[in-house]
C-alpha cells in the first residue's frame, strides 16, 4: 500500500451527509471517496479542453482532404472553410 499523508479538512454539514452517503453506497471509506474526488478534480484541470468528439471530427475532415490526394492547379478548400471548426 502507498504511503499516505494525514490531512485535516473542515467541510460543509451537507457535504458531510453526502460523503456519509456515497460512502455507504458505494462500500467506499470516506478518505477514498476523498480521494477519488481529488483525482478527478485535478484531472479535468490538465485537460479542461479536451474534447474527443471534436477531434474526431478533425481527424475525419483531415483525412477527407488526403483522400482526395494532390490536386492539380489549385486546392478544393479555401482557407476561410477552416475557420469556425
Known sequence: ???????????????????????????????????????QFTRSLRFPWRDPAAWEEERAFILRLIEEGPVPGQRTWRREDLYGR
Open 1 to 39: 500500500m502507498a504511503t499516505k499523508v494525514r490531512k485535516q479538512v473542515y467541510i460543509e454539514p451537507r457535504q458531510e451527509a453526502m460523503l456519509k452517503q456515497l460512502g455507504k453506497e458505494h462500500g467506499l471509506t470516506e478518505a477514498e471517496i476523498i480521494r477519488r474526488a481529488i483525482d
